[in-house]
């Protein structure tokens, strides 16, 4: 006899999904999703050249912020989830906009968001819910900040409140450094995301990426992922979005991501939900792992980019469900969530003159291959009118590899570079050279 409330438990009916966005992470995400148990369909937009060259995905061409569009996108082609993979228009209020006409969407809402989009909100939820982070200060004019400065006495990390698409933070390494960053902050350096200041007291410590898939009350928490911020080699040079990534971070072992669990992601939901605010989306904890314990550097709303691509390979086939379930606010009604016990290992290769001066419109060629293990995803690249494939954007392609341990894993990402040419290519060759033997 069947048992009258199961099928109250039914998720509903999931077989097409969009992505929105147009880096690797979304790419990464679109592929992992169509590869997902019952999924006929994906679309990405306005996702880039490499997005429909993964079998069953196809590409859009609207942008993130043309809500009608989308609108229109979801109803024609019978979307049962939208997936948001960038900031942007999570804090400008996509996924509220979408879902009042009904639509189910993985994304946290504009008042969840400002986890990302202002860190004096985040400080301030994190302080009230007693997570463990940096001391820090606000100030909304030079003249206070630098009489805060002048209380300190020591360098602080200066930070513009708002979005400033990762290059908003300057680390500085004395008092002068720190000054200069103040007054480049209120000359406008990052536009109204700088119009208030975060300073904040420098840690130190090696730094681990977390995500946890979030519906609300319920959370997933997925490995632990390591990002390599800098453009060059042994860590030097400016930041970036991210030259390359692994999971799982040895860094972390299970207890220790249990600990983080229950000292800061659980806390932070809760302290979400205490907002009224439902967070159904990626809960991502930038952590520094000081001598004194786990320290969240920072919140983001969504996954990050290339950790992202590193672990979707790891992802089990209950992957789109388990999504589903978060955007329902239903997680305990999702199959579990299979993740494989392999090693990932992602390097970027960007174009020459990234991350300020990023060259563009150059031919890319890549050799064809047939190894399961590889995959190459897609960010700043597009076809010409001519229908080559060019450079668009300052990280062209992600190549991902995973293996029974790092050696092999970043062995066969490496190789996989080789199989990518363009002018000006440039990648780090020391990605993961901590987590592989004999390095
Ligand atoms: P964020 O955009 O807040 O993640 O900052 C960018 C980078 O700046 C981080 O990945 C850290 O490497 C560094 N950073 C940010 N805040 C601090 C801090 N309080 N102490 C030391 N380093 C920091
Ligand atoms: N990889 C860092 C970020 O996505 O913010």
Redesign the pocket.
Known sequence: MTNPTNTTKVLPKLKRILVIGSGGRENALAWALQRSHGIEKVWITPGNGGSSQHVGCNQLPTKENDVQSLLNDCSSNEIDLVVIGPEAPLAEGLSEQLRQVGLTVFGPCSKGAQLESS?DWAKKLMKEAGIPT?KHWVATTEVEALSTLEQMQCPL?V?ADGLAA?K??T?ANSIEETKQAIQEVFQGKFGNAGEKIIL?????GP?VSVFALCDGKRMIVLPPAQDH?RLKEGDKGP?TGGMGAYTPAPLINENTLNEIKKSILEPTLSALQEKNIAYRGVMYA?L?LTNSGPKV??F?CRFGDPECQALMPLMGPELAQVLQACALGRLNQAQSLSIKKSCSACVVAATSGYPEAPRYGDLIKIEAHSDPSLQLFHAGTKWDENGNLITSGGRVISVVAIGETFDNAFTNAYNGMKKINFRGITYRHDIGNQVRNGW
């Open positions: 860190k940096a990390v930070k990762g908003g933070v680390v904040e007291e420098r840690l130190e730094e911020k930041n930038g520094m550097i920072e983001n």
